[in-house]
């Protein structure tokens, strides 16, 4: 490898020459194993970039998701039970209210408008209980996805690593437009699992070297280098992030029965304490309406 500026060298025997080692007075000349040295360190940068992109995307798409799943399926239920009641409660609590205020007031009071004024009082809640739905949904389809195998899984990650170093925008700003698009598809492809669509993807960038560099100044690998170790990290303090929310927060507590167990208990009992007071309640606007 040659620094392109030795073009500007000069014979010794030619007036006013350059000497083998001094650069012009416009260009950069660093020694070679320096600046081999300085794209090894580059490319050491980039592959465990690589690597972090890949445990961090394992989080997100996949020890999140499986985490989330489980707290649904064992937790999730009842969880969505108490808080329904909860709701059903708060909303009879605020119906006695408002019938006793026209009550006290001597008007008439008509339910239909007093529902209508509950729906929109209530309609944040409704909206979580939505979300709450929408999670456990989620939660049944993976559940009933195929696995792969331990080898497929080995396989999948090895293929996406290898995409992310070729493809990612982060490790090759220059990348296209239809490059970026076949990275979406890519990270969609991983995060569903989709072994099939990363191996067609994989073929489809074939033996690219993700190892080429047209930089050939000092300057310019220099701030290749910078990037690189502000993306890494930028990607570790991602990952820290992940585990410090939920769904991850949740795996220590999936991982130990007693927990677990507690937990499903605590929530029964709220949910019959909820039950209890509905039905209070729902008697008390019975009487009031009579």
Known sequence: VRPTNLQNYQPHSQKG??????????????????????????????????????????????????????????????????????????????????????????????????????????????????????RMNKALERSKGERLSEEESR???????????????????????????????????????????????NEMIGSSSDSEYHEDTAAQLSGERNRLAALLEQVREEIEKIKSEYPYTMKEFLDDPAKLEHSRQELADILEQYQELIAVYKAKIEEMLR
């Open 155 to 201: 396989e999948l990650k090895s293929l996406y690593r290898k995409i992310v170093k070729i493809l990612h925008p982060d490790m090759n700003p220059e990348i296209t437009e239809a490059q970026m698009k076949l990275f979406e598809h890519a990270v969609s492809a991983y995060e569903n699992g989709d072994l099939p669509a990363l191996r067609i993807i």
């Open 17 to 134: 020459a350059l000497m083998p080692d001094t650069p012009s007075h416009n260009s950069t000349i660093i020694p070679f194993p320096d600046f081999q040295k300085l794209k090894e360190e580059i490319e050491k940068l980039r592959t465990e970039l690589s690597m972090l992109v890949l445990e961090r995307d394992e989080l997100r798409f996949v020890i999140c998701k499986n985490i989330e799943m489980e707290y649904m399926l064992k937790v999730g239920g009842l969880e969505y039970q108490a808080y329904e009641a909860e709701c059903a409660f708060l909303r009879l609590k605020r119906k006695v209210e408002l019938i006793q205020a026209k009550k006290n007031r001597q008007e008439k009071v008509i339910l239909s408008a007093i529902e209508d004024a509950l729906d929109q009082e209530f309609s944040e809640y409704q909206k979580r209980l939505d979300e709450q739905i929408d």
